[in-house]
C-alpha cells in the first residue's frame, strides 16, 4: 500500500521520493528472505519490497485493495516464474488469504499507511494540496470521505478528527464543516482544505500544512486502518510458522502504539504480584525486538517520508496462537456500515 510511505504529505510529493521503499535495508535485514521462503507482502504498493524479497530468492503473495497495484503486481509476476502471486484484497484478509495459497508462511512484511502514488495522483482524493475530488478510498468501493463530512454529525466528525488524527481543534473544525455543509455539499479536496485551513491557522513556525492532520483522520477513517492492522496482526501469529518473522513499518503514532502492544504483549510473560501472585499462563507467540527502528538522517534527507517511519519486528515461536486481540482494542468510533443519510 505504501511505495514512499505513510501518509504525511510532503512539498516534494511527485518528486524522487515517489520509488523509494521505506527502511528497505532495515526491513530485509528483519525478515532475512531466503531461497524456498514464503513471504507475504501484505501492502504491495508499487512493489519496492516485493522486488527485494524476490531478488532474494523468496516467493511472494503480494496483497492489496488498490486495483492499480494489484496490476502493477501482475505485470511484474511475469518476470518471476510463478514466485509473485498477486491478490487484490485487504491485509487484514491476509489470514484467509494465506489459507487459500497454501497455509502457512516464513514471513510477513506490512507498510502501513496511504501510498505515495495515491497521494501524488489528485484524482484518488488523499492530497490538501492538489485538487481532486474528496474520495480518499484506498480501494474501490465503500463510503468516501465527502461522505462521511457530508453526512456524519457535528459530535463524530469531532471524534474522528480528534481521534484519528490527534487535532486539537476537532472540535470547531467539525462545526467549521457542518456550517458549511449546510450551504452546499463538499466535492473537493481544496475545498475542504481551505474550510479546515481557516479553523486551525498556520504560524511561520507550523512545519506542517493546517489540513494534515485533518485529512489525515479522515483517510484513517474511511480506510479503517487501524481495523485492519489489529486484524493483519491477530492473522499473522496464526499463519506464521514457528521461526517465521514479522516486520511492521508504520508512519503514525496510533499505528506504531497497535504494533508496540501487540508485540509487547506477545512476548512477555504473565507478571505476578505478592496479591495476585498466580496469574493464568499464557503463551509468549513472539520473540520481539526491543526498540523501533528508525530511518537514517540520509533516508530521511532523500526521502521526507521517511522521516516518521518506525520499524517494529518480531519472530514467531512454536506456541499456539492465542485466541482475541484484548491488547488492540482502541476508542469505537462510527461505523462506515452505519453511515447516516444525513448529518442531521
Request: aromatic share 4%; net charge neutral; hydrophobic share 40%.
Amino acid at each position: 500500500m505504501t511505495t514512499g510511505g505513510g501518509g504525511v504529505e510532503e512539498p516534494t510529493a511527485g518528486g524522487p521520493a515517489r520509488h523509494l521503499p521505506v527502511l528497505l535495508a532495515e526491513v530485509l535485514a528483519a525478515l532475512q528472505p531466503a531461497d524456498g521462503d514464503i513471504v507475504v507482502d501484505g501492502t504491495f504498493g508499487n512493489g519496492g519490497y516485493t522486488r527485494a524479497i524476490l531478488d532474494a530468492g523468496a516467493s511472494v503473495i503480494a496483497i492489496d485493495r488498490d486495483p492499480s497495484a494489484v496490476a502493477t503486481a501482475r505485470e511484474l509476476a511475469s518476470g518471476y516464474d510463478g514466485r509473485l502471486i498477486p491478490v487484490e484484497g485487504r491485509f487484514g484478509d491476509l489470514g484467509a488469504i494465506v489459507a487459500a495459497h497454501g497455509g502457512r508462511v516464513d514471513g510477513i512484511v506490512l507498510d502501513i499507511g496511504v501510498s505515495s502514488m495515491q497521494i501524488d495522483t489528485a484524482e484518488r482524493g488523499f492530497s490538501f494540496q492538489k485538487d481532486g475530488p474528496l474520495d480518499m478510498r484506498m480501494g474501490s468501493s465503500g463510503p468516501t470521505a465527502a461522505d462521511v463530512v457530508n453526512r456524519l454529525k457535528i459530535g463524530d466528525l469531532a471524534r474522528i478528527f480528534g481521534f484519528y488524527g490527534e487535532e486539537k481543534q476537532a472540535g470547531r473544525i467539525a462545526r467549521a464543516i457542518v456550517a458549511r455543509r449546510d450551504e452546499r455539499p463538499f466535492t473537493r479536496t481544496l475545498d475542504l482544505a481551505g474550510v479546515v485551513g481557516k479553523v486551525v491557522g498556520r504560524s511561520p513556525k507550523d512545519k506542517i500544512d493546517p489540513a494534515t492532520r485533518s485529512f489525515q483522520a479522515l483517510r484513517i477513517y474511511v480506510n479503517d486502518e487501524l481495523g485492519e492492522l489489529a486484524r493483519a496482526l491477530v492473522a499473522a501469529e496464526q499463519v506464521l510458522k514457528p521461526g517465521g518473522r514479522l516486520v511492521v513499518v508504520s508512519f503514525h503514532s496510533l499505528e506504531d502504539r497497535i504494533v508496540k502492544r501487540f508485540l509487547r504483549d506477545r512476548s512477555s510473560p504473565p507478571s505476578g504480584s505478592r496479591h495476585l501472585p498466580n496469574l493464568a499462563p499464557v503463551s509468549q507467540t513472539f520473540v520481539a525486538r526491543n526498540k523501533a527502528v528508525a530511518a537514517s538522517e540520509e533516508e530521511a534527507r532523500q526521502n521526507p517520508r521517511a522521516r516518521s517511519a518506525k520499524l517494529r519486528s518480531g519472530i514467531r515461536t512454536d506456541e499456539p496462537a492465542r485466541t482475541g486481540s484484548d491488547a488492540l482494542e482502541f476508542a469505537a468510533l462510527p461505523s462506515l456500515a452505519d453511515l447516516p443519510e444525513s448529518g442531521d
